[in-house]
């Protein structure tokens, strides 16, 4: 598994790896890179940015939930002790609004 340092590709922001798990977004804008065919193996040739559009529980905790901008596909990560709270708020925000327009 891979943890290493990075440079958002969305706000370029300078992410420090984890200091408990392979670190798979930013903490300022929550948006990943698809890189990983499995968590952390960096095997995944798309490489498109992952766009945050929503927030889901996951038995104890709580997942982002991402769009990847490049090839459209669905993908999950675990929020993190760091990420910004203001951020994951403003996810839950809009997907009751994408809600209550239906």
Do not use: W
């Amino acid at each position: 598994m891979v943890n290493e340092n990075f440079t958002c590709e969305n706000c370029g922001h300078s992410v420090s790896k984890s200091s408990y798990t392979a670190r798979d977004h930013c903490p300022v804008c929550l948006y990943s890179k698809h890189v990983d065919k499995n968590p952390g193996d960096r095997l995944n040739p798309c490489q498109g940015l992952l766009k945050p559009i929503g927030v889901e529980k996951f038995k104890g905790t709580y997942k982002i939930i991402y769009q990847c901008e490049k090839c459209q596909e669905l993908h999950k990560n675990i929020i993190e002790v760091e990420d910004s709270m203001e951020e994951i708020i403003s996810l839950t925000v809009q997907k009751r609004k994408l809600k209550s327009r239906k």
